[in-house]
């Protein structure tokens, strides 16, 4: 695995995804101002951007995480979603803000947020760093997006290539 960009047609940069993540940052808080949002990351692939987005809020929030699964180490969605790991405090009443990396054809957030739902948040909203809507197959709203891109494989900054390069800074993609 190398910690160089890869040759795609995707490449965000460092400066690019913190510049974006602030924008996202204060869209929440003027959205949010007097509430205490809780942002719920989804692992493993949130990490960095969960991490970056609530260090830009700079207002009571609290957050939690959890973790579904349905590709392994494959690049295609298998279709099926589990839940691997659950919240650990409860979100009734809560202004809830999933945070995840990227929505493909939509299925794990389709299946998070009907999840979530069942638990009588006060508000349910979403935050994406990145969206590829020419593979979607279940339509889900998406709040707070970062970038929209191309049908390309990406990695870095959270996300992997068979578990690889999650510590990568930027965003980048192979042709
Ligand atoms: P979906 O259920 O097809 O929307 O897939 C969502 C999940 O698939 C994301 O949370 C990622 O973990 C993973 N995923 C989808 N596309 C990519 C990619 O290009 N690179 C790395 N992971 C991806």
Request: hydrophobic share 40%; glycine share 8%.
């Given at each position: 695995m190398?910690?160089a960009?890869?040759?795609?047609?995707?490449?965000?940069?460092?400066e690019?995804?913190?510049?974006?993540?602030?924008e996202?940052?204060?869209?929440?808080?003027?959205?949010?101002?007097?509430?205490?949002?809780?942002?719920?990351?989804?692992?493993?692939?949130a990490?960095?951007?969960?991490?970056?987005?609530v260090?830009?809020?700079?207002?009571?929030c609290?957050?939690?995480?959890?973790?579904?699964?349905?590709y392994?180490?494959?690049k295609?969605?298998?279709?099926?979603?589990k839940?691997?790991?659950?919240?650990?405090?409860?979100?009734s009443?809560?202004?809830?803000?999933?945070?995840?990396?990227?929505?493909d054809?939509?299925?794990?957030?389709n299946?998070?947020l009907?999840?979530?739902?069942g638990?009588?948040?006060?508000?349910?909203?979403?935050?994406a760093?990145?969206?590829k809507?020419?593979?979607?197959?279940v339509?889900?709203p998406?709040?707070?997006?970062?970038?929209?891109?191309?049908?390309a494989?990406?990695y870095?900054y959270?996300?992997?290539?068979?578990?690889?390069?999650?510590?990568?800074?930027?965003?980048?993609?192979?042709?």
């Open positions: 190398s910690l960009p890869g040759n795609g047609p995707v490449q965000i940069t460092q690019q995804l913190q510049a974006r993540i602030s996202l940052g204060h869209k929440i808080r003027a959205d949010y101002a007097g509430k205490e949002p809780h942002l719920i990351c989804v692992l493993n692939g990490f960095l951007f969960h991490a970056d987005l260090r830009t809020l700079h207002m009571p609290t957050i939690d995480f959890l973790q579904a699964s349905s392994g180490d494959a295609q969605s298998s279709g099926e979603v839940l691997v790991k659950d919240l650990q405090f409860p979100i009443d809560r202004h809830v803000i999933l945070v995840e990396d990227i929505v054809t939509g299925i794990t957030m299946y998070l009907h999840y979530l739902q638990r009588g948040p006060a508000s349910l909203k979403v935050a760093l990145l969206s809507p020419s593979r979607r197959k339509e889900v998406v709040e707070y997006l970062g970038f929209t891109i191309p049908d494989f990406v870095g959270g996300l992997d290539r068979a578990q690889f390069d999650r510590n990568l800074p930027f965003i980048t993609s192979q042709e």
